[in-house]
C-alpha cells in the first residue's frame, strides 16, 4: 500500500499518494502559475494553502461532503466536472490520474478536468473577495449557494482558463438538453457559468469581469445590467444565448 507523503512549492503544499508524486509538481507548477496570473486581477489571492490530492472518488467524497450533494444536483453530462472543493485553507481535488479517468470522448473534456485545481483555486480566490460565494459551504446554505452557483462556478472556469476548451461539451449540452437559463442554474452552472464571464471580458474587458466575480450579486438583473453598462438584462440574455451557440458552432 502506497503512503502518503508532502510535496511544497513557494506558495503551496501538497499532501498526496507517493504514487502521484510526479503528478502533484505538475499540479502545483499549475497552481503557482494561476495564482501570478490572479493576481493582476483579483484582490486577494491566497497563499499558505495545503492542496489534499485523493487518489480515488470515494476519498475525495468522505473527506468533502458536499461534492457528492453538488454532483446530485449538477446536470448528468456535467457532473464530471466536479472533481474537487476547498475550504478558506485547504483544496481538495482528485489526482491527474484519476481526473484523467473521469474525462468523456468529447474533445475538450480531459483538458477541463486537468485544470480543475486551477479552478478550485481561482473560485476560492473570488470567494474570498465576495461575501456572497464560498467559503464556507454548508450543506444547510446550500439553497443560497444556488443561486450564485453561476458566479462562483463562472469564476473559476473563466479565470482557469477551462472556458477555452468547453466548446465541444457545451455544442452537447445544446443537443441533449432544454434551453438552459440565463443566468445558468445549478444544473448547468459547472459547464455553462463560466461562458456568461467569457461573453463579459469580449465585450468589456478581464477587468470587467474580474469586478463581476468580487462583486455581491443582490439583484441578479441589476448586477448583469451594470456588467454590461447598462444594457437590459433581455437584451444580454440574447446575446449570451448567440455566444453559447458560436462557441457550440450552430
Known amino acids: 500500500m502506497s503512503s ?3 510535496t511544497t512549492s513557494p506558495s503551496f503544499a501538497a499532501r498526496h499518494d507517493e ?3 510526479e503528478d502533484v509538481v505538475g499540479v502545483l507548477e499549475l497552481l503557482e502559475g494561476t495564482r501570478e496570473r490572479l493576481a493582476t486581477v483579483l484582490p486577494i489571492v491566497p497563499e499558505g494553502l495545503e492542496i489534499v490530492v485523493h487518489p ?3 476519498q475525495l467524497d468522505l473527506a468533502q ?9 449538477t446536470a448528468p453530462a456535467s457532473r464530471r466536472y466536479l472533481a474537487g472543493w476547498f475550504t478558506p485553507r485547504e483544496i481538495h ?4 490520474r484519476a481526473l484523467a479517468e473521469r474525462a468523456s470522448s468529447v474533445p475538450g473534456s480531459h483538458e477541463m478536468l486537468l485544470l480543475t485545481p486551477a479552478a478550485l483555486y481561482a473560485q476560492l480566490a473570488a470567494g474570498l473577495s465576495n461575501p456572497a460565494l464560498p467559503p464556507p459551504l454548508r450543506v444547510r446554505s446550500m439553497t443560497a449557494y444556488a443561486r450564485n452557483a453561476w458566479l462562483a462556478a463562472g469564476a473559476g472556469q473563466w479565470f482557469s482558463g477551462q472556458t477555452a476548451h468547453a466548446r465541444p461539451a457545451i455544442a452537447r449540452r445544446l443537443r441533449e438538453g432544454g434551453e438552459p437559463a440565463f443566468p445558468p442554474g445549478i444544473r448547468d452552472a459547472q459547464l455553462l457559468g463560466g461562458t456568461v464571464l467569457d461573453l463579459l471580458a469580449r465585450e468589456e474587458g478581464e477587468q470587467a469581469a474580474a469586478r463581476l466575480a468580487i462583486e455581491p450579486p443582490g439583484d441578479v438583473r441589476r448586477t448583469l445590467e451594470r456588467a454590461f453598462r447598462g444594457r437590459s438584462f433581455v ?3 440574447g446575446a449570451w444565448r448567440a455566444h453559447l451557440a458560436r462557441l457550440a458552432g450552430v
Open 4 to 6: 502518503w507523503v508532502e
Open 19 to 21: 504514487a502521484d508524486a
Open 56 to 58: 480515488t472518488s470515494a
Open 65 to 73: 461532503p458536499v461534492v457528492p450533494v453538488l454532483r446530485r444536483l
Open 93 to 96: 481535488v482528485l489526482a491527474p
Open 235 to 237: 437584451h444580454t440574455q
